[in-house]
């Protein structure tokens, strides 16, 4: 017998863990659709060039490609790829749906695969829950992503939480300043502010670190050190988008006022201002963002951001030849989720049957079985014992399921034409005809 | 600009689509959980080793398989698969899951994927929907299979379906009496069945045909055709398995009692006789069957099955090195959507949102979004116009979303701090407060 194993990074969800999620997923759900977002699924396999050259160097290498049909593995023929995110396939499809009304706001709750490095709390499948508007460039569709991540984490019972927001071109105008145009290359930029993004967690000494081994000079750096200082020194978010006029180049200004006009239109779509932070540092997911990004934090326990988001205005455009300004956000379900059960914000689960119905005799199989079918069909979910069980067994399992009655039959009962049913919470028993049992049961 | 495809096979649900999907899979799923059917979901990658040497050979090569972590594809190197079916998955996580309480009665609504060759109504990725017993030998858990299927079908408006059941004993017992025992090795029985199965679509000449081809004698398959008119003949099923008793021989017997009990008990639960019928002629998927088997046909419009299952009690056991008996059905929703549309059996579907929110001047964007914000949190849907919308626009879009509600704020209303609401169905009008809007939404 060959060892059975589940696949590397891979996790099966037993049904407790599914309820659980099921739950999760619901929530969400609803409050994607108050904002009157519409579902969208897509296939889990889409061409390879679909994908490639999308998520930068390191995401090409991490997806996982699939073999052509009827090739063997020594063929190496793989012109497949498993989807890697959903907004890469959102702007596939709607490239090929020339006619869809816009703007077009979806909603998609799928697994993605990626070929990382398994460890602890990473896992090479995942759910994603994203929604997304493309068609419009207003901010109002930036403030309705923040909304909804607002909404969903109190849908979920967090109520201690901050969305960090900042601009792509207020980075761009920030590196510039510090660290001169003539010399500033995309490139160097962008990895400039991969290190700058990890000012939270290698503080500045580590930054200033990184920043000298690519060649940044100390005065450069002074210079970066002293603009954060400018732009975080004010506590609220509106004197720090002030501030940021001030510390920063003329080319920033229109990208402060749209930051300006998100966090606004955020607060009158109900979010508490508390909850909103201009963060000058935020740098997340460069690879395709192209105006405001955002990511949620809560500080305890320290878990990395529950959401992640931002304007892409050319990704459709690589599929389409012609752009199509877009904006989402993506909640990271597998996080959230890691964060309720440390913070044991699960409500109770409870199996989904309300009744176990069992026959103490074989013979009287049929005659248990015509009472579930009655409860069953006034919506009563009723799980039966397959085989006949004696009455100690029958509690033993039912104790053992979780569920608030036990139904059965055994010869006295049906001598009478009757049944008995248990209330397991206080002990109290009844036996009496199904449509009596059936009374008890939904008056309790 | 290459050209933007999905890849070969496969399909993108729109809003309209995925609202159908989700209704029939919403209903379905309150079935299986009326049964006390509890939720799980496997990974989409199964490692190639569990899910080789389950699907015959046919099923080996229509697996999607996937490159290890890293690999260019020309390495060649393939470890994982993608998942063809629920029911090895689920055997998998048995085996490996030893202290899962027993039985184990799961559901799982998942998709699956096979290399097939794509065409009219084939896809390369499916939804399936599963419910299995695990554990048990009981016929009444084959009999809970038929009945979920049964309730599902009429959750779904399907009213005149036949459940047929057979045995794969049944089966054996009647090839070998019509070819005699000496000459028939396995691999003959199994191809024998394979051809007899296609009974329903080539009649008996061509099953003769190919029976003949295949090296069976006039005489072998003259006694096939009468010991089918012998168990075919009385209309009852019921007669049926009397009949069968009498034609078949004694190693029948036990097979032909199960089914008597899985009938028995599958009325018991409510399912009306007249939707059940024992055809000893249905042979279908015997690669891990061993006991029952059945699927589910509509007569109008031809469709093949809706359904298809049956009892495998050794396949647990090729991960396990011990037998556990299980037994389950699929429903195939793809085939059941598709019927549905044909016969035009979908509720009208509408939009998520129930109210279109819009600000007829861009200065008003804030105030439109305090009036979504408050009927939102009422739990009312909204979609929100992101850009400020004339109102003539305005009207032509709601129209085209088949909403129920126009809301909109334009100069007049702002200055009276009020909102006007369009009922697009009278087109009548009301200008007051949020509060009073709200009221008047609600009662509608």
Redesign the interface.
């Known amino acids: 017998?060959?060892q059975?194993?589940?696949?590397r990074g891979?996790?099966?969800?037993?049904?407790e863990t599914?309820?659980r999620?099921?739950w999760v997923i619901g929530r969400v759900r609803s409050v994607f659709?108050?904002?009157?977002?519409?579902?969208?699924?897509?296939?889990?396999?889409?061409?390879l060039?679909?994908l490639t050259g999308k998520y930068g160097e390191e995401g090409d290498?991490l997806l996982?490609?699939?073999?052509k049909?009827?090739r063997?593995?020594?063929?190496?023929?793989?012109d497949?790829g498993?989807r890697y995110d959903l907004t890469v396939p959102l702007a596939?499809?709607v490239?090929?749906?020339r006619s869809?009304?816009m703007?077009f706001?979806?909603y998609q709750v799928q697994?993605v695969?990626r070929?990382d490095?398994p460890q602890r709390g990473r896992y090479?499948?995942f759910m994603q829950c994203d929604v997304d508007?493309v068609g419009?460039t207003?901010p109002?569709?930036d403030?309705?992503c923040l909304?909804v991540v607002n909404?969903s984490l109190g849908a979920l019972g967090f109520e201690s939480f901050t969305i960090r927001l900042n601009h792509r071109e207020v980075l761009s105008a920030m590196v510039e300043r510090a660290f001169g145009t003539a010399s500033l290359s995309q490139a160097t930029e962008a990895s400039i502010l991969v290190t700058l993004d990890k000012l939270d967690k290698i503080g500045r000494s580590g930054v200033a670190r990184e920043l000298s081994a690519r060649g940044a000079t100390e005065g450069s750096i002074a210079r970066l050190w002293q603009m954060l200082d400018q732009l975080e020194a004010p506590s609220s978010t509106e004197h720090r988008l002030e501030a940021a006029a001030l510390a920063l180049p003329e080319r920033a200004w229109p990208a402060l006022e749209n930051l300006g006009h998100i966090l606004?239109?955020t607060c009158?779509?109900?979010v508490s201002e508390d909850r909103l932070s201009f963060d000058p540092t935020l740098a997340r997911g460069l690879d395709y963002y192209t105006g405001a990004v955002f990511e949620t934090v809560i500080t305890k326990p320290a878990m990395g951001s529950l959401s992640g988001g931002g304007r892409y205005d050319h990704l459709v455009g690589m599929?389409?030849?012609k752009d199509i300004p877009a904006v989402g956000v993506s909640l990271g379900l597998e996080r959230i989720l890691a964060v309720m059960d440390e913070l044991h914000m699960f409500p109770p689960v409870s199996?989904?049957?309300s009744v176990f119905v069992a026959a103490l005799d074989a013979g009287l199989?049929?005659?248990a079985?015509?009472l579930?079918?009655k409860l069953?069909?006034a919506?009563?979910?009723?799980?039966?014992a397959?085989?006949a069980l004696r009455a100690k067994k029958l509690f033993k399992?039912a104790n053992?399921?979780n569920v608030p009655f036990v139904a059965f039959i055994g010869p006295d009962e049906s001598t009478l034409g009757r049944a008995s049913l248990k209330r397991l919470s206080d002990g109290r028993q009844w036996t009496a005809t199904a449509q009596e049992l059936l009374s008890i049961i939904l008056q309790t």
Chains 1, 2 share one sequence.
């Not at 996982?64 to 073999?67: A, N, Q």
């Not at 063997?72 to 793989?78: F, M, R």
């Not at 919506?379 to 039966?384: E, K, R, S």
């Open positions: 017998m060959s059975v194993n589940i696949a891979m996790r099966d969800f037993l049904p599914m309820r999620r099921r659709e108050r904002y009157g977002f519409a579902p969208l699924e897509t296939p889990a396999l889409e061409r060039e679909t290498r996982f490609r699939v073999l049909r009827g063997a593995a020594s063929s190496g023929q793989a497949m498993l596939r499809v490239a090929m749906n869809l009304p703007p706001r979806r697994p695969w070929a490095r090479r499948e508007t419009s207003s109002l569709s403030a309705e909304a909404d606004s239109l009158s779509l109900g599929f389409l030849g199996s989904e049957a199989l049929d005659s079985s015509r579930a079918a069953r069909a919506g009563i979910p009723c799980v039966m397959p085989e399992r053992q399921m």
